[in-house]
């Protein structure tokens, strides 16, 4: 049974009581954050946890769809490992990040922040990540492949469209050489859709043609009269003569 939305202000009161406030503070970006952090940060690096993966299975009716039209953003669900980047803000402008990123990631209280041990190239990290529970109302559950083209062709909100939103994350793992196959295998369905509708309307324009009769050919200097000849008064190319 789905759990209802919570209350986030307690939630970001606990995770600053976490934090401490003493260290540097770090936290894990794995989708939006990547590309469009919208804080400072001091250091970035690529990063990696195990016991959660990406997945594009949480309901967007503002940012990135509608009420009549939900989208979708993504959530870190467990199972699995999943590569991301991580991001050091100073323990100066940690409080004020993390106010601001409460906004932005928290307005309903949908996530469960968590706090994460990251494996970077310079060793292992603490880092905050906003998880996503399987019994909160805006997860999704298994998506059929014709529900996913249906949400990329349809769903857009006020920040752009669904697909736009997967698309630019796609690119952006792919620019850190990180490597998301099934994200990778999603936003192809949308290429694969408009493949199929284009052979589609050529097999239907295909079958309109077997339909209809040939078009006839002339051949200059053939014995044969043109077709558009025998349909037409002949002409005279001199004067007539008429008999008395």
């Known amino acids: 049974m789905p759990r209802p939305l919570r209350d986030p202000q307690p939630m970001l009161e606990q995770a600053i ?6 260290d540097d503070l770090w936290l894990f970006g794995y989708g ?19 016991g959660w993966h990406r997945a ?10 509608s009420v009549q039209t939900p989208g979708l953003v993504f ?3 467990s199972g699995g490992s999943c590569r991301g980047m991580v991001f050091r803000v100073p323990s100066a402008h940690g409080l004020d990040t993390l106010r601001r990123l409460w906004l932005r ?22 880092a905050l990540a906003f998880t996503l529970s399987r019994r909160s109302p805006n997860f999704t559950g298994e998506l059929s492949d014709e529900r996913y083209r249906h949400i990329f062709t349809h769903a857009v909100g006020r920040y752009g469209s669904s697909l736009d939103y997967a698309r630019q994350t796609l690119l ?13 295998r999603l936003v192809a369905l949308v ?6 509708e284009q052979e589609r309307q050529a097999a239907a324009g295909a079958a309109a043609d ?27 190319s001199g004067p007539s003569k008429e008999k008395p």
């Open 17 to 22: 009581a976490d934090w401490g406030g003493r």
């Open 32 to 50: 939006s954050l990547i590309w469009r952090p919208e804080f400072d940060f001091a250091e970035r690096r690529p990063a990696g946890v195990h």
């Open 56 to 65: 594009l299975k949480m309901w967007s009716r503002i940012n990135r769809g």
């Open 75 to 77: 959530g870190l669900l």
């Open 105 to 126: 990631e928290m307005p309903t209280g949908v996530y469960d922040p968590r706090w994460l041990k990251c494996t970077t190239p310079e060793g292992p990290v603490r």
């Open 172 to 184: 952006e793992l792919r620019r850190h050489s990180i490597h998301d196959a099934a994200l990778a």
């Open 191 to 196: 290429a694969q859709e408009r493949q199929e």
């Open 210 to 236: 077997c339909g209809m009769p040939p078009a006839p050919v002339y051949v200059p200097g053939s014995p044969d009269k043109s077709p558009s000849s025998s349909s037409l008064p002949q002409q005279s």
